[in-house]
């Protein structure tokens, strides 16, 4: 995690339209913006989806 300022809520299982993944609030995580477009995107791309926090500085 890089520790710049939270910009995003971000759900750390994709909801794909489920409301109650969507509103499940030990599927949030905050993440800066730099973060979640470019982590955050890579891991659904590959379907590894799991808290950014668990990933080393890049």
Same mark, same amino acid.
């Given at each position: 995690?890089?520790?710049?300022?939270?910009?995003?809520? %971000?759900?750390?299982?994709?909801?794909?339209?489920?409301?109650?993944?969507?509103?499940? &609030? !030990?599927?949030?995580?905050?993440?800066?913006?730099?973060?979640? %477009?470019?982590?955050?995107?890579?891991?659904?791309?590959?379907?590894?989806?799991?808290? &950014? !926090?668990?990933?080393?500085?890049?």
């Amino acid at each position: 995690m890089c520790h710049a300022p939270a910009q995003v809520v %971000d759900h750390i299982q994709p909801h794909r339209g489920d409301q109650s993944l969507f509103w499940d &609030v !030990s599927n949030w995580q905050a993440l800066c913006k730099c973060c979640h %477009d470019r982590e955050k995107q890579r891991q659904e791309r590959t379907n590894r989806s799991r808290p &950014v !926090s668990t990933l080393t500085n890049r």
